[in-house]
């Protein structure tokens, strides 16, 4: 694959790949650094082709995540389109809409703060290196002037007439006070006092692991506030004449506390909050963030509960019930947390004295109300498990419908090919994989050789997603090369490269296991074939060369291709990614198949990986092949067993069907690796178990797992004769369901629902205790 | 060019933006309407933000645990307050979003407020209107005009919003402007000037056929605003008043404690999605189908739940009866009130009324009619005036008209002087000196055939004959056949091909009955695009209030002007 888009500089023997820059070539190591490079270098260049790169990397980045099943930050936006609006408000369809225009301004924000934290920062730390000076004099030695003069010059007090604060004016009584962080003047109203244990505290970042008698000063009494103080000393004033003795009662006083002005101590208080929080963490958060890690698993784990649960209920063979009932255990216990967690979030700090401001309970109930709308939308949604005997009478009948279904299946079969032989349409062809008549035997064959090893089922999830990806980026190739955006190629071709070396390195490995029981199926599938196409011959009126016939179809589809592909780029180029992304996959597919027999085993394995597509990969190649489609079709209208009845023309309808919603093709494959387990696994198994004996069952075995009526109902059916007989574990579940609505009634204030759920409530549990007396 | 799409992307991005976390929202007031038009409260509480608050609140407390998201428009005090905010932060981190162009020196004051480094971006997010439909915009503005010229403070408004409504959906339009409005044309004028000022922002990647943007006037059109609605969105805010989608029902006799304000969103509520264009007979049929859906999900409170079944199939079936006994109380409310208020005032006779003068041209027998009803004491206040309204406009230059007949009957009535002032500024707000396109009297062939046509076969709906002219204004424009000289463009270039991309913005506001005839025709034609604005989405009663305003400002202005000659109309 590599070989056919030769990258266009490997001539000039100078490769340069990665982020390129477009403007000066320069390498820049992703996405955002070019986007960020070409806005900051080349912003001033020409707008046109500025747009035009944005669209580019708008693309590129698109197509990375896929590359990477990135589920980051641009996947919200593509994925949200469906989601809205397409439910009966707007029948129109509106073109995918990106995000509207945005400007940026932090670099110019970043550019003018720069300059101003600069300027605090250096202030600040100004401060706290003073403070910390001052603070080992104020300690060690009596207060004197000069010491603190040394550390900032003072102000001289001739300067300062007038407070620069307050604006009262100095004199004898009204004395000038010195800031001794500052040198400032102001009166004795506008002085503030750090008490040295904060001095300590604020300064303890800078100083290093020198020792301080720390206990010292803590041990000292509390100095008391700046206001008690002053109001303390003015009152003192009026009895006492001399001046040197209310200075030196006050300089007694400094010993505890450090003079500074208003706007030092707003700078060291604005300090002091932000070293405090820094270190704190509020319990809400740590509740918090416990909550979200609740539901994030939560978030991981049911939807694999669900799909086991479902696929139980459906009495298949996948999951074991055990598992499944460990899943549910530990899901439950997940929302228990999640319930516990946010009751206590929400009770926080409600037995504190003075209770906490409206805002923090707010947020506090908000919280606890998002909690119970995601235990409600979730755990309402959580279905039960069926019970063990339950389980076999589920598998049981499951056989029996499968069975009937098969029967039904062949008969139709019998008259569709009555059909297709009447209408002379193209049906079987000499090709071991042209599927269309055949098509029963084929299924089996499908049977044959995939389910039976485990490996082979393994690895077709393994490789799904890496091809899809290659298809995606072909895609997006062509599209580029059509739009001549040679970088962008360049780009894309490196990325597709890589996937194919990789690619190729996981088939050569695989390859070599199954060749040899490829080459005995190959045989096996030839002789099945052989004695088809004889039986076709029978079945036919006018014999025509096969071959003939064969290459007729293909060209049949390859139209529809063109076609579909073509109402596509009609459709604006939004739309076509996706679409065109699918028709290389046909295209590709349909070659492959010619020469199939001369081709080398790797290549083989990859045919079959497009070919039979077995649950989400189906769903993804199905568009265009209309083979592919009949394959995936059971799978995706399990209502309707005798879908194989349907003429072709439906098919195709149903193909230009599914080309319309591209989204839910792309989301299918991104979303495929998730769910491949799942997806992929249930058919297989269910192939598996019942490959042994009958080949044919293989055809039934693909039918889907709602295809058998509501679990609860077909439980019922059987339940109602002998009530008495119910199954503890239902029983259990069935009081934690209710448990579960009780409590969602209560906190909506729907007390008759309580009352009526409550009895509820009992009756199951006096349901238990009978039935626990009567098992002991 | 789905606003309310537009504007959800914006918020989601925003959320998005600020990472996993606790958050608050802080915004201003109408921001705040902005927000909640498109986003639930459940919904945006999924994205982790819990508290909604806003920036002129005093009431905050210190949250430092907490991120902010402000999403503010950027007028002055939103601004100071701003930088109140960054001088003693109250959150952790600050998210900057402004719904519209911010100027440097703004910015620049921010950034020096920011001492403490809590900003972490600072970005415009052009959501700076109310997305009531997707289709459909608002400004929420009233009183716009003063007589016939803006009144100042709101041009910059609308403008900024009309911009930014062109930002959110990404496209530079030509500008098409209704002649015979001179507020039309300084509207066009004031957005063509923003796009050459601001051309980097509206550089967008070109189409083929470039979208087109079509500012209309109310006055050309003043009829529709005063008819009765039949279909149940236009209907609601006809009779109950839709504000940002909520309604108020406290007024409802023995309405209950949580119905009082109810919401009517498409967004959350399938009911209503369904519904919104239906018209009352339709959602009659619908909504009792819906109480029997109801009533069978409901858990009978006698029934005993007897075996295990009975019970499963209660507590499956409860989550969605729990669901949707929401949906049916509002909507059996809702309906069940609409449906009073029609028998109570006689909507079905006034309507009929309404839609004879609004479409057909028989004076005779619409003077009759007219005086027939104002002489039924049941027909309400409102009623009568717009009746009276109507017919003046309607017959307004008519050899025989009866007005002053009709004047005299709404005193007879009691209606008081108020109301009867209105019937007078009306006409001179959209009778026909004004009218630059013919709103009533067809003059070509075609549409006089198509009349009569429309006579003789009757119609299905007597209720809902009329059209707005918007919709034959569209039509034109959608095949090339809107004439120039009513519809300049500005500027030298003009369109050359069909439309696709059309913003049409009527200053004065616009109406329900215009949004589904949009609606209409964005399904029914293929390839084009419809999105619809007016400065306000007016009912009957808020027109009336515009008219009033616009007319006491105008007859203000001119009274400045002549120097004050007190009784001069």
Redesign the interface.
Not at chain 2, 200 to 205: A, I
């Given at each position: 694959m590599a070989s056919s888009y030769p990258p266009p500089f490997e001539g000039t023997g100078e490769v340069k790949e990665g982020f390129l820059c477009p403007l000066c070539l320069k390498d820049l190591q992703s996405f955002y650094q070019l986007q960020e490079h070409y806005e900051e270098e080349h912003s001033g260049d020409d707008?046109h082709v500025?747009?035009q790169l944005k669209?580019l990397v708008q693309k590129a980045k698109k197509a990375k995540d896929k590359l990477l099943k990135r589920d980051g930050?641009d996947k919200?936006?593509t994925g949200?389109y469906e989601s809205?609006?397409y439910?009966?408000?707007?029948?129109?369809m509106?073109?995918p809409?990106?995000?509207?225009?945005?400007?940026?301004?932090?670099d110019?924000?970043?550019?003018?703060?720069a300059a101003?934290?600069d300027h605090?920062v250096i202030e600040v730390n100004k401060l706290i290196i003073r403070l910390e000076k001052v603070r080992t004099l104020a300690q060690t030695t009596a207060d004197n002037h000069k010491l603190f003069k040394s550390v900032v010059a003072w102000v001289s007090d001739s300067d300062v007439p007038f407070c620069p604060d307050c604006g009262n004016k100095f004199n004898l009584r009204n004395r000038r006070h010195h800031c001794r962080l500052c040198g400032s003047i102001m009166c004795r109203k506008c002085m503030e006092f750090v008490p040295l244990p904060l001095a300590y505290k604020l300064t303890s970042g800078t100083r290093e692991a020198r020792s301080v008698t720390g206990s010292q000063s803590q041990s000292q009494s509390p100095p008391t506030g700046g206001g008690g103080n002053v109001s303390g000393m003015g009152s003192r004033r009026g009895s006492i004449s001399s001046l040197s003795s209310v200075t030196s009662m006050l300089e007694e006083k400094d010993d505890e506390r450090i003079r500074c002005c208003l706007h030092c101590m707003d700078t060291l208080m604005?300090r002091q909050q932000?070293l405090e929080?820094k270190d704190h963490?509020?319990d809400?958060?740590k509740l918090?963030e416990r909550l979200?890690l609740c539901m994030d698993k939560v978030d991981e784990r049911a939807p694999e509960y669900i799909r086991m649960a479902e696929s139980l209920n459906a009495g298949e063979t996948t999951y074991n019930l055990d598992t499944a009932g460990g899943l549910r255990m530990e899901v439950q216990k997940y929302y228990e947390l999640i319930d516990a967690l946010s009751k206590k979030i929400l009770t926080l700090g409600m037995k504190e004295e003075p209770q906490p401001?409206?805002?923090?309970l707010?947020?506090q109930r908000?919280?606890r109300?998002?909690a119970t709308?995601?235990v409600?939308e979730k755990l309402?949604?959580l279905m039960s498990l069926p019970t063990k005997d339950k389980y076999e009478d589920l598998k049981e009948k499951r056989k029996q419908e499968q069975e009937m279904r098969l029967t039904q299946e062949r008969l139709v079969m019998a008259q569709k090919r009555r059909q297709d032989s009447e209408k002379n349409r193209p049906a079987a062809s000499t090709n071991g994989e042209a599927p269309q008549a055949p098509r029963a035997p084929r299924m089996t064959k499908a049977g044959g050789w995939l389910p039976s090893s485990d490996t082979l089922h393994t690895c077709g999830e393994l490789e799904d997603p890496l091809l899809q990806q290659i298809d995606n980026i072909q895609s997006f190739l062509r599209q580029a090369k059509a739009a001549q955006r040679h970088d962008e190629v360049a780009m894309l071709e490196e990325n597709l490269r890589q996937l194919q070396d990789e690619y190729d390195q996981q088939q050569t490995s695989l390859a070599i296991a199954l060749s040899q029981r490829l080459a005995q199926e190959e045989s096996l599938q030839q002789d099945e074939l052989q004695r088809l196409e004889d039986r076709e011959r029978e079945h036919r009126a006018q014999s025509q060369a096969p071959g003939s016939q064969a290459t007729y179809t293909w060209q049949g589809s390859l139209n529809l291709t063109d076609i579909g592909s073509l109402h596509g780029e009609e459709e604006g180029e939004e739309e076509v990614t996706p679409k065109a992304e699918s028709s290389p996959l046909s295209m590709r597919a349909f070659p492959a198949l010619t020469d199939q027999d001369e081709e080398s085993p790797p290549r083989l394995r990859r045919l079959r990986g497009d070919v039979t597509p077995p649950g989400g990969e189906g769903q993804n190649s199905s568009s265009l092949n209309p083979f592919e489609e009949e394959d995936s079709t059971p799978v995706e209208d399990p209502s309707n067993p005798f879908f194989e009845e349907i003429q072709k023309e439906h098919k195709e309808v149903a193909n230009g069907k599914k080309e319309y919603n591209p989204f839910e093709q792309e989301e299918g494959g991104e979303e495929e690796q998730g769910q491949a387990e799942g997806a992929t696994g249930n058919p297989f198994e269910v192939k598996e178990e019942n490959n042994e004996g009958n080949p044919f069952k293989e055809a039934s075995g693909c039918t889907p797992p709602g295809a058998s009526t509501n679990p609860?109902e077909g439980?019922?059916e059987e339940?109602?004769p002998d009530?008495d007989v119910?199954e503890e574990e239902?029983?259990l579940q069935?009081i934690d369901?209710?448990r579960a609505?009780i409590f969602?009634a209560k906190l909506n204030g729907r007390l008759?629902?309580v009352e009526?759920l409550s009895e509820?409530l009992r009756?199951?549990q006096r349901?238990l205790q009978e039935q626990k007396s009567k098992t002991h | 060019?789905?606003v309310?799409?537009?504007v959800?992307?914006?918020i989601?991005?925003m959320i998005?933006n600020s990472g996993?976390g606790?958050k608050v929202l802080l915004m201003d007031k109408e921001t705040t309407s902005i927000v909640s038009v498109v986003y639930t409260q459940?919904e945006i509480?999924?994205k982790?933000v819990?508290?909604f608050?806003r920036i002129d609140s005093q009431?905050?407390?210190n949250?430092?645990?907490?991120k902010a998201i402000c999403f503010l428009r950027p007028t002055k005090e939103n601004v100071e307050n701003l930088i109140q905010e960054l001088r003693r932060p109250k959150y952790?981190v600050y998210f900057i979003y402004f719904s519209n162009?911010?100027s440097?020196s703004e910015?620049?004051a921010?950034?020096?407020a920011?001492?403490?480094?809590v900003?972490a971006?600072?970005?415009?997010?052009?959501?700076d209107f109310i997305a009531v439909?997707?289709?459909l915009f608002s400004l929420n503005l009233s009183g716009v005009a003063r007589g016939r010229s803006w009144e100042p403070t709101l041009l910059p408004r609308t403008t900024q919003g009309l911009t930014s409504v062109l930002?959110?959906?990404?496209k530079c339009p030509m500008i098409r402007y209704q002649l015979s409005s001179d507020m039309a044309k300084r509207l066009g004028e004031s957005v063509k000037q923003i796009i050459t000022k601001e051309y980097?922002?509206?550089?967008?990647?070109k189409t083929e056929v470039p979208p087109l943007l079509l500012i209309l006037d109310r006055s050309d059109d003043a009829i529709t605003p005063l008819l009765n609605q039949w279909t149940y969105q236009a209907m609601v805010h006809e009779l109950l008043g839709l504000n940002n989608n909520r309604i108020d029902l406290s007024r409802v006799p023995g309405i209950s404690k949580d119905l009082k304000e109810v919401v009517l969103s498409?967004?959350n509520d399938?009911f209503y999605?369904?519904n919104?264009y239906l018209n009352f007979g339709e959602i009659g049929t619908n909504i009792k189908n819906l109480m029997e859906d109801f009533q069978k999900k409901k858990?009978k409170?006698q029934q005993k739940?007897e075996?295990?079944?009975d019970?499963?199939?209660?507590?499956?079936n409860?989550?969605q009866f729990?669901k949707m006994s929401g949906t049916v109380s509002k909507h059996v409310t809702v309906v069940g009130e609409l449906s009073r208020l029609v028998s109570e005032r006689h909507l079905m006779e006034v309507s009929e009324l309404e839609q004879e003068l609004a479409c057909q041209n028989d004076h005779s027998s619409a003077s009759q009619n007219v005086r027939r009803l104002l002489q039924n004491p049941r027909v309400s206040e409102m009623d009568a005036v717009r009746l009276v309204m109507l017919y003046a406009l309607r017959y307004e230059r008519h050899s025989s008209s009866i007005l002053p007949g009709l004047m005299e009957e709404l005193n007879r009535k009691g209606v008081s002087e108020k109301h009867c002032r209105m019937v007078t500024s009306m006409v001179e707000y959209g009778g026909k000196r004004v009218r630059g396109s013919d709103l009533v009297n067809p003059q070509d062939a075609v549409a006089i055939t198509k009349q009569f046509f429309k006579g003789l076969k009757g119609v299905e709906n007597v209720y809902t004959q009329h059209a707005p002219l918007l919709q034959e204004t569209l039509d034109q424009l959608i095949k090339g056949r809107l004439k120039d000289s009513h519809f300049p463009y500005l500027g030298p270039s003009s369109l050359r091909d069909r439309p696709q991309d059309i913003i049409v913005f009527v200053i004065g506001g616009a109406t329900y009955e215009e949004a589904l005839a949009i609606y209409n025709l964005?399904?029914t034609v293929p390839g084009v695009?419809i999105v619809l604005g007016g400065t306000t989405i007016h009912n009957t009663k808020s027109f009336l209030e515009e008219v009033t305003l616009t007319a006491a400002a105008g007859q203000a202005e001119r009274l400045q002007r002549a120097g004050g000659h007190p009784n001069r109309r």
């Open positions: 707008r500025r747009g669209s930050e919200p936006e949200s809205f609006y439910g009966g408000v707007d029948p129109y509106w073109e809409q990106e995000l509207g225009a945005t400007r940026n301004h932090m110019f924000f970043k550019k003018h703060r101003r934290i605090y604005k932000k929080e963490v509020p809400i958060v918090y979200r401001h409206q805002k923090t707010q947020l908000m919280v109300y998002t709308l995601f409600q309402l949604g609860f439980e019922d339940a109602m009530v119910i239902l029983l069935q369901n209710i609505y969602d008759d629902e009526l509820n009756e199951l349901t | 060019m789905n309310t799409l537009a959800k992307q914006y989601s991005k998005e996993p606790m459940s509480l999924q982790e819990y508290l608050e009431n905050r407390d949250m430092k645990h907490l952790s162009v911010i440097k910015i620049k921010l950034a020096e920011d001492e403490q480094e900003v971006e600072v970005q415009e997010f052009y959501g439909n997707p289709h930002l959110a959906l990404k980097e922002l509206f550089d967008f990647r498409a967004e399938e999605a369904n919104l858990p409170e739940l075996s295990i079944s019970m499963k199939a209660f507590v499956d409860y989550p729990k964005n399904r695009r």
